[in-house]
T-cell receptor, first 111, second 113 residues
């Protein structure tokens, strides 16, 4: 069965520090991969997506993600975190016309 | 105006009551989805529809039903609400030409007492 794993439930990062959120997937073939962000009380906003081609994808708000087939990973990164990045982040994968979500990683930003 | 709207945004109901959550979209997408979000569990798919005549069960369809009234409208019903259906419900849409990128509504927060 398809699955998406986000190993970290919570992560705390100092403002200005770099960020990496981990995501691993288990699919029969390479799925389409997504990162969404959910700010408190809000819906989900698409940050970026990977379909094929260049394994480093750029998204909105200064985020990027790297697809590594050998590790079945699609980790999200940002070089310098801002207090407004505090939110919950969801990795998702699609291979059969529906999305499978990870359980989310809550990002806390300390001053 | 928002592309995907959900009504109501918040709802409190009692055990055993029937309740309907509605979703409308102006994106012109064929595909629509209903998810529920619970703390620590992420989003789980309840039902999805690829066109007006197509309805499919998702991971957690028990206790729910749906209706696709038109391309732009997809409703979720709880025939007899129970407390463990208290959750945040999201509607989403996608276009098969968009390689499954889904766009989400703002959510409906449901409390079943």
């Amino acid at each position: 069965a398809q699955s998406v794993t986000q190993p970290d439930i919570h992560i705390t990062v100092s403002e200005g520090a770099s960020l990496e959120l981990r995501c691993n997937y288990s699919y029969g073939a390479t799925p389409y991969l997504f990162w969404y962000v959910q700010s408190p009380g809000q819906g989900l906003q698409l940050l970026l997506k990977y379909f094929s081609g260049d394994t480093l994808v750029q998204g909105i708000k200064g985020f990027e993600a790297e697809f590594k087939r050998s590790q079945s990973s699609f980790n999200l990164r940002k070089p310098s975190v801002h207090w407004s990045d505090a939110a919950e982040y969801f990795c998702a994968a699609s291979g059969y016309s529906t999305l499978t979500f990870g359980k989310g990683t809550m990002l806390l930003v300390s001053p | 105006d928002a592309d995907v709207t959900q009504t109501p945004r918040n709802r409190i109901t009692k055990t055993g009551k029937r309740i309907m959550l509605e979703c409308s979209q102006t994106k012109g997408h064929d595909r629509m989805y209903w998810y529920r979000q619970d703390p620590g569990l992420g989003l789980r798919l309840i039902y999805y529809s690829f066109d007006v005549k197509d309805i499919n069960k998702g991971e957690i369809s028990d206790g729910y039903s749906v209706s696709r009234q038109a391309q732009a409208k997809f409703s979720l019903s709880l025939e007899s609400a129970i407390p463990n259906q208290t959750a945040l419900y999201f509607c989403a849409t996608s276009d098969y030409k968009g390689q499954e990128t889904q766009y989400f509504g703002p959510g409906t927060r449901l409390l079943v007492l």
